[in-house]
C-alpha cells in the first residue's frame, strides 16, 4: 500500500511539473494578445477599404486560431 501511494505521489508532481513547464509560453502568449488588440482595431477601422479590411480580419482570426492550436498543441 505504502509503494502504491509514493508511486501515485511521485506520478502526480511528475505531470505537475510537466503541465507548468509547457504551460510557460510567455511569447505565444503575448503574440496572441497582440493578434487580438490587431482584431479589435480593425473591427474599429471605419470603411472596408476595398475589402482588405474584411480580409485582415479573416487573416487574423486564421492567425488567432493557429496560435491557440500552436499553445495547445505544447500542452
Keep these: 500500500m505504502k509503494t502504491i501511494k509514493i508511486t ?3 506520478l502526480a508532481a511528475i505531470c505537475a511539473f510537466n503541465v507548468s ?3 510557460d509560453q510567455p511569447h505565444m502568449r503575448r503574440a496572441l494578445e497582440h493578434l487580438r488588440a490587431a482584431r479589435a482595431e480593425l473591427q474599429s477601422a471605419e470603411h472596408n477599404k476595398g475589402g482588405w479590411r474584411v480580409r485582415a480580419i479573416e487573416n487574423t482570426d ?3 486560431s493557429e496560435t491557440e492550436r500552436g499553445m495547445g498543441n505544447a500542452r
Design 8 to 10: 501515485i505521489l511521485g
Design 21 to 23: 513547464a509547457r504551460a
Design 62 to 64: 486564421r492567425a488567432i
